[in-house]
Nanobody, 116 residues
């Protein structure tokens, strides 16, 4: 059974940091591209950061220089280190796994709230 379990969300003041984790099971993690998306109320879900199976990384312009995505294939986990958080980063953050075959799995999401 495939599972993506996010953790690490919470309430933080503007300028603070959080580290999100997404632990995967039920599929061959190392062969999947992993990414973080977020969705704020009233907004569409948007890509935050992605890391391919070969380690290629992309970021949304809005988080470049503040967020860092990484993966640990031995632990089947992808991370999102978020620094210098802003109120506009407030959203539910989702983990996504994408196979070469286009199979897609989503986590249940974790809430991040940044107070001003």
């Amino acid at each position: 059974q495939v599972q993506l379990v996010e953790s690490g969300g919470g309430l933080v003041q503007s300028g603070g940091s959080l580290r999100l984790s997404c632990e995967a099971s039920g599929f061959t993690f190392s062969t999947y591209s992993m990414s973080w998306f977020r969705q704020a109320p009233g907004n569409e879900r948007e890509l935050v950061a992605a890391i391919s199976s070969t380690g290629r990384i992309t970021y949304a312009d809005s988080v470049k220089g503040r967020f860092t995505i990484s993966r640990d294939n031995a632990k089947n986990t992808v991370y999102l280190q978020m620094n210098s958080l802003k109120p506009e980063d407030t959203a539910v953050y989702y983990c996504k796994a994408l196979a070469v075959s286009a199979y897609v799995y989503w986590g249940q999401g974790t809430q991040v709230t940044v107070s001003s």
